[in-house]
């Protein structure tokens, strides 16, 4: 009996071990949270795939249209680029007669861009041309049922630069090097042109500008006027800055409010080479005999353009025989100017035009008494003649009473940002050494 009990419970103890190690097994499986069984994961999202929108190409979706981007090739025409994308004579000659109030299409030159849009299809025929003559106009060709031509134009944004730099070789190189251009360089060389004798500056000397930059889409286009100017040379500043009189044409003015340039221009020719000076005695090329000349002889290629030295009223555009084509214009009570031997007279030129300073009236030429193309330039002062070349030139208007504290407040402006402007470079060590060696010496003194 007792073994019988024994070995019941130990076929009982057996069969308990059993079921608790498999229990524990199911229990450790269906919770164990180890890095080697994880909870179920959520089944991932379907992806969502957006569609972008076709780009806007000045104001033209593209959606159902293929884009082509071109450049006019030389000789290529309107007709020759539309006629490659399914379009018939008959409607380019249509087009191209309603475009003449919009925008000559003769004036498609070589190099500039274009766009076809065009459509999605094995003809690919077009539907919109745009044409691009500058970096600021457009003109957009509507191709679709009655056509359409309209010139835009991008929106232009004007963005305040300032640049400074120290004279190396020439003003040329160092308004470049510090990342100005060469339209930059005549506009400033223009402004100085009565104070600064340019082609003697000196290494050391340094300069400062402040002007508008033009910008589309980012991109410099070109610039706007210069809005201030600082220049020393051999140690003595001049200030230019920029103003608009009330009344009177703006103008470029110094620390004093003294106009930068003269009433009139030193030369009436921008290029060109004195061949025959003012003189009481000269032998005549063509009467062959000694006599006076009242004037002064700037030989120059024929054509070219004949500036008037200043502001004033046509008294005579007329020819005669020793003179041939001439202008004659009076600038005020005081002051006359006559050119000589012109090829002919620009545009609007005639007696009783009102003139400007640097205006074209006519051109280089050598009818009359002449023996070639050049230009007789006289010069009357109080009704006598005089050397051109010699004569005291007076200064333009100064600023006027009335805008005196106008012009002081602008001028305050831009001298402070002027100031503000860093020179770098060894120049500018060498410059601030030299400017505490005064400071030094004047405290001494």
């Known amino acids: 009996m007792f073994k019988r009990s024994v070995g019941l419970a130990i076929l009982i103890a057996v069969s308990l071990f059993v079921f608790i190690t498999a229990a524990q097994t199911i229990s ?13 994961e959520p089944e991932p999202e379907p992806e969502v795939t957006v569609k972008k929108p076709a780009p806007v190409i000045f104001g033209i979706p593209t959606d159902t249209l293929e884009i082509l981007e071109g450049t006019v090739e030389r000789g290529e025409n309107l007709s020759q680029i539309l006629a490659s994308f399914n379009i018939s004579p008959v409607t ?14 003769r004036r498609i030159n070589a190099k500039r861009n274009y766009i076809i849009l065009h459509a999605q299809d094995s003809a690919q025929t077009a539907r919109y041309f745009i044409y691009e003559p500058n970096e600021v106009e457009y003109v957009i060709y509507d191709l679709n049922g009655e056509l359409d031509v309209r010139l835009e134009k991008r929106e232009v944004e004007i963005v305040e630069r300032a640049i400074a730099g120290f004279i190396e070789r020439s003003l040329f190189e160092s308004i470049l090097a510090a990342g100005g251009s060469p339209q930059l360089v005549n506009h400033f060389a223009d402004i100085y042109a009565w104070r600064l004798n340019l082609s ?16 589309v889409n980012g991109n410099v286009i070109g610039f706007g006027k210069i809005k201030a100017a600082y220049f020393e040379h051999e140690g003595k500043p001049l200030y230019a800055i920029a103003f608009d009189q009330e009344g009177k044409k703006g103008g470029y003015y110094d620390q004093d409010g003294k106009s930068l ?43 070219t353009p004949i500036r008037t030295v200043g502001d004033g009223v046509v008294l005579e555009a007329s020819y005669t025989r020793g003179n041939g084509y001439y202008v004659k214009i009076k600038h005020n009570k005081t002051y006359t100017t006559q050119y000589l031997h012109m090829s002919k007279f620009a545009k609007g030129i005639k007696r009783g035009s009102r003139v400007s300073q640097g205006q074209t009236i006519g051109y280089v030429g050598s009818t009359g008494l002449a023996t070639g193309p050049h230009l007789c330039y006289r010069f009357w002062k109080n009704g006598r003649q005089v050397d051109a070349l010699k004569v005291q030139l007076p200064s333009a208007h100064p600023i006027e009473k009335k805008n005196k504290d106008a012009f002081e407040q602008v001028k305050s402006e831009l001298e402070g940002k002027l100031m503000a402007i860093e020179l770098k470079g060894l120049q500018q060590d060498l410059l601030a050494a030299d400017q505490s060696r005064k400071k030094l010496d004047e405290d001494e003194v």
């Open 261 to 303: 340039k003269k009433a009139f221009l030193r030369e009436p020719l921008e290029y060109s080479r004195i061949s025959s000076r003012f003189t009481m005695n000269r032998f005549h090329p063509v009467q062959k005999r000694y006599k006076p000349h009242l004037g002064t002889d700037f030989a120059a290629p024929r054509g």
């Open 200 to 215: 003697r500056l000196q290494p050391g000397d340094h300069f400062k500008l402040i002007y508008d930059e033009k910008q």
């Open 92 to 105: 380019i000659d249509q087009l191209a007669r309603k475009s003449k109030e919009v925008f000559d299409v």
């Open 28 to 40: 450790f499986k269906n919770f164990n949270f180890s890095s080697e069984e994880k909870l179920d």
